[in-house]
């Protein structure tokens, strides 16, 4: 996005009070009862935060749980680089379970500290921190739950309380400095990450994983793959053999497939909301291990296969699972061009529906070009972490469809002629709906936001 649109957006106070995202909001928000409390306008204008960390609207507050190289509570090192990905779990009497990814390359400042029985490959700098905060935010706990990964960047919750981290990479051992293969999923246990280990779980395969959702109800796995060239990723599905779930169950194995829809080989080239493809195939993933030929170019019959550029965020929703196609660029080889998308897949009817439309194509004013990571609030909107150029937000989306600015960053990590602003991630709910929990990706910082949020 031009820092020159959203400059524009900025001293308008960036409410978007009256733009709507093209798209049927409802059908994400039917049958959520918070969905019907949810207000039009969102919560106001931004207010700039004295402390050059945090703008938020009026009557909302921050606090700011970590920051990348301050000490780890645990004692096992610093706070690692990178902040992506996390999840709020429940814990007991009141607590919250965040677990945090840090997407880590070879080149990354603070790499997450080896632990012993928690460390995967020594070569890698990535893996997950996970927090236990009590009922009033404060930090009881931080330490390392998984370390030896590899640019850990999204992931997902499981049904039964862990975390499932996501490697976005195809390197080899030998590669990088690596000693072991990567482009695996790990499952952390944020309560106690000595019951998971560092173990991939390999039959989910290895490719350039971005994040996760499970169906709840049939225990599938679905997968999306943020591949960065042509052909670009796959929207997969994992049949788990042990599909009553629970900790270390997905290490059973199971079959990797990937979605075909019948006649389009490239999503982007769907423009309009609303667009509807019945009779949505999965086929079976010929090697999920990637042994010789990355996933996305094996061989998937003459009827080939559907891949989409930027496949990010991932979810669960009433009977359905959506994903995000952040963008699709033609200059870099997708069939066509927009700014983000988000579908919705309901496996009863076997049915794809693209769902929402962002950007400057549908409306020169709409603050939603590329989205990344996502998740449902409890008020029954959506909220966004944006990953452009210029000033960064997390903007929501009400379910009538209109947007506003939720926060802004201010930790400008360019110059006062140049400034840039780290990107969002990670944002997520506490499971009573009372704080926001947010990523600063750089420099790393994680923030609990609280204020009226049923207003």
Same mark, same amino acid.
Request: glycine fraction near 14%.
């Given at each position: 996005?031009?820092?020159?649109?959203?400059?524009?957006?900025?001293?308008?106070?960036?409410?978007?009070?009256?733009?709507?995202?093209?798209?049927?909001?409802?059908?994400?928000?039917?049958?959520?009862?918070?969905?019907?409390?949810?207000?039009?306008?969102?919560?106001?204008?931004?207010?700039?935060?004295?402390? *050059?960390?945090?703008?938020?609207? @009026?009557?909302?507050?921050?606090?700011?749980?970590?920051?990348?190289? #301050? /000490?780890? &509570? =645990? +004692?096992?090192?610093?706070?690692?680089?990178?902040?992506?990905?996390?999840?709020?779990?429940?814990?007991?009497?009141?607590?919250?379970?965040?677990?945090?990814?840090?997407?880590?390359?070879?080149?990354?400042?603070?790499?997450?500290?080896?632990?012993?029985?928690?460390?995967?490959?020594?070569?890698?700098?990535?893996?997950?921190?996970?927090?236990?905060?009590?009922?009033?935010?404060?930090?009881?706990?931080?330490?390392?739950?998984?370390?030896?990964?590899?640019?850990?960047?999204?992931?997902?919750?499981?049904?039964?309380?862990?975390?499932?981290?996501?490697?976005?990479?195809?390197?080899?051992? *030998?590669?990088?400095?690596?000693? @072991?293969?990567?482009?695996?999923?790990?499952?952390?246990?944020?309560? #106690? /990450?000595? &019951? =998971? +280990?560092?173990?991939?779980?390999?039959?989910?395969?290895?490719?350039?994983?971005?994040?996760?959702?499970?169906?709840?109800?049939?225990?599938?796995?679905?997968?999306?793959?943020?591949?960065?060239?042509?052909?670009?990723?796959?929207?997969?599905?994992?049949?788990?053999?042990?599909?009553?779930?629970?900790?270390?169950?997905?290490?059973?194995?199971?079959?990797?497939?990937?979605?075909?829809?019948?006649?389009?080989?490239?999503?982007?080239?769907?423009?309009?909301?609303?667009?509807?493809?019945?009779?949505?195939?999965?086929?079976?993933?010929?090697?999920?291990?990637?042994?010789?030929?990355?996933?996305?170019?094996?061989?998937?019959?003459?009827?080939?296969?559907?891949?989409?550029?930027?496949?990010?965020?991932?979810?669960?929703?009433?009977?359905?699972?959506?994903?995000?196609?952040?963008?699709?660029?033609?200059?870099?080889?997708?069939?066509?061009?927009?700014?983000?998308?988000?579908?919705?897949?309901?496996?009863?009817?076997?049915?794809?529906?693209?769902?929402?439309?962002?950007?400057?194509?549908?409306?020169?004013?709409?603050?939603?070009?590329?989205?990344?990571?996502?998740?449902?609030?409890?008020?029954?909107?959506?909220?966004?972490?944006?990953?452009?150029?210029?000033?960064?937000?997390?903007?929501?989306?009400?379910?009538?469809?209109?947007?506003?600015?939720?926060?802004?960053?201010?930790?400008?990590?360019?110059?006062?002629?140049?400034?840039?602003?780290?990107?969002?991630?990670?944002?997520?709910?506490?499971?009573?709906?009372?704080?926001?929990?947010?990523?600063?990706?750089?420099?790393?910082?994680?923030?609990?936001?609280?204020?009226?949020?049923?207003?």
């Amino acid at each position: 996005m031009s820092a020159t649109r959203r400059q524009v957006l900025a001293r308008s106070g960036a409410l978007g009070v009256g733009i709507a995202f093209t798209g049927a909001l409802s059908e994400l928000f039917a049958g959520t009862a918070a969905a019907q409390s949810l207000g039009h306008t969102g919560y106001g204008p931004l207010v700039p935060d004295p402390k *050059g960390l945090l703008d938020l609207p @009026k009557g909302f507050r921050y606090e700011v749980l970590s920051r990348e190289g #301050d /000490p780890l &509570r =645990s +004692g096992e090192g610093k706070v690692p680089s990178n902040h992506d990905g996390m999840t709020a779990l429940p814990g007991r009497h009141g607590r919250v379970h965040l677990v945090r990814n840090h997407e880590n390359r070879p080149t990354a400042a603070i790499a997450v500290p080896t632990v012993k029985g928690l460390t995967y490959d020594p070569a890698g700098k990535g893996g997950c921190t996970a927090l236990t905060l009590d009922s009033r935010n404060n930090v009881l706990s931080e330490r390392v739950a998984i370390a030896g990964t590899a640019v850990n960047c999204a992931g997902g919750p499981t049904p039964w309380g862990t975390w499932l981290t996501c490697e976005e990479t195809e390197d080899k051992a *030998g590669t990088n400095g690596y000693t @072991k293969d990567h482009g695996f999923i790990f499952e952390v246990d944020p309560v #106690d /990450p000595h &019951r =998971s +280990g560092a173990v991939p779980l390999t039959a989910m395969g290895r490719f350039q994983h971005e994040a996760i959702a499970i169906d709840p109800k049939r225990g599938i796995v679905y997968e999306t793959e943020d591949a960065f060239l042509k052909p670009f990723g796959l929207f997969y599905r994992f049949l788990p053999n042990k599909p009553e779930g629970g900790l270390g169950s997905l290490r059973a194995g199971g079959r990797l497939q990937a979605m075909r829809v019948p006649g389009v080989p490239d999503l982007s080239v769907v423009q309009e909301t609303g667009a509807c493809f019945e009779g949505v195939e999965w086929v079976d993933v010929p090697d999920p291990l990637a042994t010789e030929t990355p996933v996305r170019l094996q061989d998937f019959g003459p009827k080939g296969i559907t891949h989409a550029q930027k496949l990010e965020g991932c979810y669960w929703g009433g009977k359905s699972v959506y994903f995000v196609s952040s963008f699709a660029h033609s200059a870099e080889g997708s069939a066509a061009d927009h700014f983000g998308q988000i579908w919705r897949y309901d496996p009863s009817e076997r049915r794809l529906t693209l769902v929402i439309v962002f950007g400057p194509d549908t409306d020169v004013q709409l603050p939603g070009e590329s989205p990344d990571n996502i998740c449902l609030a409890p008020s029954g909107g959506l909220m966004v972490c944006e990953d452009g150029n210029g000033a960064q937000h997390v903007f929501g989306v009400t379910r009538h469809g209109e947007v506003y600015a939720m926060a802004r960053g201010r930790q400008n990590i360019g110059t006062p002629e140049a400034p840039e602003w780290g990107e969002f991630a990670g944002v997520t709910f506490s499971p009573d709906g009372q704080t926001m929990y947010v990523n600063c990706y750089t420099p790393g910082t994680t923030f609990a936001v609280t204020g009226p949020w049923r207003r």
